[in-house]
């Protein structure tokens, strides 16, 4: 699928010439505040998308403009700047008029995204991070964009460009500086192929037909939820929590104004498979959301987008408004919607014919990160025989519709109670626990989150019935499992594979030779080594929420290990001592070892500090952060000890590069003016 | 008398709680401490220092957020907990710049008192040094943020207690920041008042009060020499808050 590239006002590429660039004038910020107010109201949980609108619009939020909404909403300057500098996409001054981020998954960097990077800024004359001086452009990286299977990529104001090479490097360099309109660079930059590459039950079968939906209405409520019991269906999203006790739950609680959430912001390292759901089969997933509203009496539901995959959004609203439409969301679902599917209207497929052909965008999954986080969820489980209460839900028409918010750069906001507090236009800080979303989330009402994998699952579930998928998968996961392959195979793509199938398996598949480690389930997830490839895809032994990386015999394992720890760095969401600190002397003491000045103390340092991560954070992103630094520890500890300096101890600064300063200042660079090493 | 909900066990001591407690509010309730820096009895749960860190079923959880119920086995006391909150401590230490002999709120301050307690004897982490900013704005108040350990009490009581949101964590990760609501961003154009909870809830160093020649009460706790001061003379763990909660039930 190609990207729609809006024209010129909304990327932020007028005619204005980019050296008197003077701040946006009081009167458009204006009209940029009221038509996002016109959009979507003047409720205060509404902000973080009013701000992105005004990002959007002008390449940073101005000061105006958090006037403009301190006016109108109830929100604080404080609040406002709060999200701001929480935001990784939100800005306080402006980018360039081209904002270019290069994705910086290891999986980029292995496919030479550093060198691609340099070769942009010199070509363009730009420092990373800071904007040239003209306004023109800006560079820099961000966290892994969900395109490891296309790799190197970056994104230019929000659209995604893919495969780049140094060619493609110079050519976008050359068509920033004679300043050409994104939507005139050439088309296929913009390309993004869905790469499935193995379907499976589920991706098979790409015909819309709402058939999960019409067996609601022909069933009921109880019967499909008791097939989404029988069939076992765990969340795809990580944790693996079961589906239908999260929504029995929720059918089951007394209080109204319940919410759908659906977790596309797939922002683990290595997973792309959301993005190519949301691309080709968004029917399927939102026909998911809107069974899970009348089974549990939901009105109101959101699609939590992460910014990565801003490009979706036509798309994806061009598919709520067809099914608003056809009377499968909005008011009184079932009633008409009931005759257009018996009927036999087909629902169509809009804009994604070319899934076949390999050509559409994609996105990731987040894999592992919710392991351990989660695993609190299960609590919720124990509480449900005690609310065994009235059953308020639907089972007759009812209403549902559904908005899409969008993220804008954190990794911490796919964590579910970040995502909520996102929703209500915060900071993705994650909640404590209890409450549970299922009986307190957005807004305080019972709110349930599910990924977008969940939801297509439960749509097929409740056409086909619950031993449909178990036909497929182990006692404990059972069907088939939607993976993100990259890395160092022939063949990266989505693969779905029964749960229960090896590693090996999976890497004969992709076409991977000569493997030196797998890293099941993203940055957050499992280092596996070529001891391990017979360990299985399931729940009950390598859970994942999709990403599976590949590194051949020829990488350097450290590498990785330094990726992960910046990634954790610059995504900790700050709250919480283990994380917010530990994260920084973990990375810290990894870059200590790549510069050949570290000692085995500093490797039992590591150890100590992850250990204290796991046990004493806040949440799954503090307890898995240091998982793949413990891990390759364990099993590739020649990747450390062959650069240690002394097996003792060496101080954590380089005392001679201390004293550089001082030699500057007295002009003296004699031996006398160093220490002996 | 409230209706005692049941009772749970904290290194092996039996704690009754009442419905809707933590397993800190009880153990506070019980005279028994458990270590903590953001709690604080007046304002809602929060987590985030992650100090009061218990082991319950096998795991380490934070107990002033953890509900209590009944028949819990919590351990808090051990030597593993103690050496996690002690590694806690010193990220809290090495995070800001703390300078205790230098500090106006030494022997009154929390953390410190909670470090000693904890038998914390080094910060062991190599310090951030940040460069971070002093607000002398406010006539009655300092806002001194290289102390600030991002507790958020002052945002919380701000915002529940004197209903006026003056305080906010903006960033995230390391980056992560206090900030104050005004025009300017600076304490003299809030709407912070010296009669607001906000201003006199920082456990540490980082909000502190004026004063003035004749100041009386808190005012002049300043005036209260070196040695004499709240946990110079007594352990945290007898006259912090624990103490004062037992005094009201
Ligand atoms: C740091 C972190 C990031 C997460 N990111 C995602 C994500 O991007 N997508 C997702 O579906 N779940 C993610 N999760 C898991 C969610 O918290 C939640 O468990 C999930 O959305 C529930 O849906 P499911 O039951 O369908 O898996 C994340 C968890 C953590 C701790
Ligand atoms: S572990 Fe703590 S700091 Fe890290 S993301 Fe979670 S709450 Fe934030
Ligand atoms: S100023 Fe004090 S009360 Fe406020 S967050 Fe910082 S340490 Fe906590
Ligand atoms: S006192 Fe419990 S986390 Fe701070
Ligand atoms: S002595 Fe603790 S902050 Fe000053």
Redesign the pocket.
């Known amino acids: 699928m190609h990207q729609v590239i809006p024209g010129a006002p909304a990327t932020g590429l007028g005619p204005a010439a980019p050296s008197d660039r003077p701040d946006p004038a009081p009167a458009r910020i204006a009209q940029v505040v009221e038509r996002s107010l016109a959009r979507l109201g003047r409720r205060p949980e509404q902000v973080l998308q009013h701000l992105i609108a005004l990002q959007q619009a002008f390449s940073f939020v101005p000061e105006a403009g958090i006037r403009a909404l301190t006016e109108r909403l109830d929100v604080t300057r404080a609040q406002c700047l709060a999200a701001i500098d929480f935001y990784a996409f939100l800005h306080r001054t402006p980018r360039g008029q081209y904002n270019i981020l290069l994705s910086d998954n290891i999986t980029d960097r292995m496919l030479g995204s550093q060198r691609l990077m340099q070769l942009l800024c010199e070509r363009l004359g730009v420092d990373p991070g800071v904007p040239r001086a003209d306004g023109r452009v800006s560079v820099d990286v961000t966290s892994c964009t969900g395109m490891c299977d296309q790799a190197p990529a970056l994104l230019v104001n929000g659209f995604a460009i893919t495969r780049l090479d140094e060619d493609r490097m110079r050519h976008i360099a050359a068509l920033v500086d004679t300043r050409v309109p994104l939507q005139h660079w050439p088309q296929d930059y913009f390309a993004v192929s869905n790469h499935v590459q193995r379907s499976g039950l589920l991706l098979r079968d790409l015909e819309v037909r709402d058939a999960g939906l019409s067996a609601l209405f022909e069933r009921g409520g109880d019967a499909v939820l008791a097939e989404i019991e029988r069939s076992g269906l765990r969340?795809?999203?990580?944790?693996g929590?079961t589906?239908a006790l999260?929504w029995r739950f929720c059918r089951e609680t007394g209080q109204p104004q319940k919410v759908v959430v659906c977790?596309a912001?797939?922002?683990?390292p290595g997973t792309f498979k959301d993005r190519v759901l949301l691309t080709a089969y968004a029917d399927l997933v939102i026909e998911g959301m809107t069974l899970c509203a009348g089974i549990v009496g939901a009105r109101e539901g959101f699609i939590y987008l992460r910014g990565e995959y801003r490009y979706l959004l036509e798309h994806l609203e061009a598919v709520l408004q067809r099914r608003r439409e056809l009377g499968l969301l909005g008011k009184q679902i079932g009633a008409s919607a009931r005759t257009a599917l018996r009927s036999g209207l087909s629902v169509g497929r809009g804009t994604d014919a070319g899934i076949n052909a390999g050509i559409g965008p994609d996105m990731d999954?987040?894999s592992g990160?919710?392991q351990t986080?989660?695993q609190t969820?299960n609590q919720t489980s124990n509480q449900t025989s005690a609310v065994r209460g009235r059953l308020d839900a639907v089972d007759g028409p009812f209403d549902f519709d559904i908005q899409i918010h969008l993220g804008a750069g954190a990794?911490?906001c796919?964590?579910?109670s970040a995502l909520i507090e996102s929703l209500e236009g915060k900071r993705g800080v994650t909640r404590k626990r209890p409450p549970f979303p299922v009986t307190a989330g957005y807004l305080n009402r019972p709110t349930l989150?599910?990924?977008?994998e969940?939801f297509l699952a439960a749509a097929r579930v409740a056409e086909h019935g619950g031993y449909w998928l178990r036909s497929e998968g182990t006692d404990l996961s059972a069907g088939s499992k939607i993976l993100s392959v990259s890395g160092d195979c022939a063949l990266p793509g989505v693969y779905e594979v029964p749960f229960g199938t090896s590693v090996r398996e999976l890497l004969d598949l992709c076409g991977a030779q000569s493997v030196q480690a797998v890293q099941v389930s993203g940055a957050?997830g499992s280092t596996l080594s070529a001891e391990e490839l017979d360990r299985v895809l399931a729940f009950e032994d390598l859970p994942t929420?999709g990403a599976f990386m590949v590194f051949g015999q020829q990488r350097d394992l450290l590498e990785m290990v330094r990726n992960f720890a910046g990634f954790f760095v610059h995504e900790s969401c700050g709250f919480c001592t283990p994380c917010r600190v530990g994260g920084v002397l973990l990375r810290d003491l990894i870059e200590k070892v790549a510069s050949g000045r570290a000692s085995a103390h500093d490797l039992e340092e590591m150890r100590r500090i992850g250990d204290l991560m796991r046990r004493a954070s806040h949440?799954?992103?503090g307890h898995t952060a240091p998982n793949h630094l413990l891990q390759t520890l364990e099993k590739f500890p020649w990747i450390y000890q062959t650069r240690l300096a002394s097996a003792e101890y060496t101080p954590a600064f380089d005392l001679d590069a201390a004293l550089a300063e001082a030699r500057r200042l007295s002009g003296r660079d004699d031996p006398g003016a160093h220490l002996a090493s | 008398m409230a209706i005692v909900e049941g009772r749970f066990r904290l290194d092996g001591v039996e704690i009754p709680f009442q419905p809707g407690q933590t397993i800190m509010d009880a153990a506070l309730a019980a005279a028994v401490y458990i270590p903590h820096l953001c709690h604080h009895p007046a304002l809602l749960p929060h987590g985030s220092c992650r100090v009061c860190v218990v082991r319950v079923n096998g795991r380490e959880v934070s107990s002033c957020t953890t509900p209590a119920t009944a028949g819990l086995e919590v351990e808090s006391e051990t030597e593993a907990l103690r050496a996690l909150r002690v590694a806690i401590l010193q990220m809290l230490f090495v995070e800001g710049n703390h300078v205790c002999p230098a500090c106006e709120r030494t022997g009154a301050c929390e953390l410190q008192a909670v470090a000693y307690h904890c038998g914390m004897l080094e910060p062991h982490f190599t310090h951030f040094f940040p460069r971070r900013e002093l607000d002398a704005s406010h006539p009655d108040l300092v806002l001194d943020l290289n102390r600030c350990i991002l507790c958020e009490r002052c945002v919380r009581a701000s915002r529940d207690l004197d209903r006026k949101r003056v305080f906010a964590v903006a960033g995230r990760g390391l980056d992560s920041h206090l900030i104050v609501d005004s025009p300017t961003g600076r304490l003299g154009d809030s709407r912070l008042e010296l009669t607001d909870q906000a201003a006199h809830i920082c456990p540490v160093g980082a909000i502190l009060l004026r004063q003035r020649a004749g100041d009386v009460g808190e005012r002049h706790g300043f005036r209260v020499p070196i040695g004499e001061r709240p946990y110079d003379r007594e352990s945290i763990s007898r006259v912090g808050d624990v103490a004062t909660l037992v005094e009201e039930s």
């Open positions: 969340g795809r999203g990580g944790a929590f589906t999260k977790n912001d797939e922002g683990e999954v987040i990160a919710a986080g989660d969820s990794y911490i796919g964590e579910e989150v599910n990924n977008v969940t957050a929420a949440c799954g992103l």
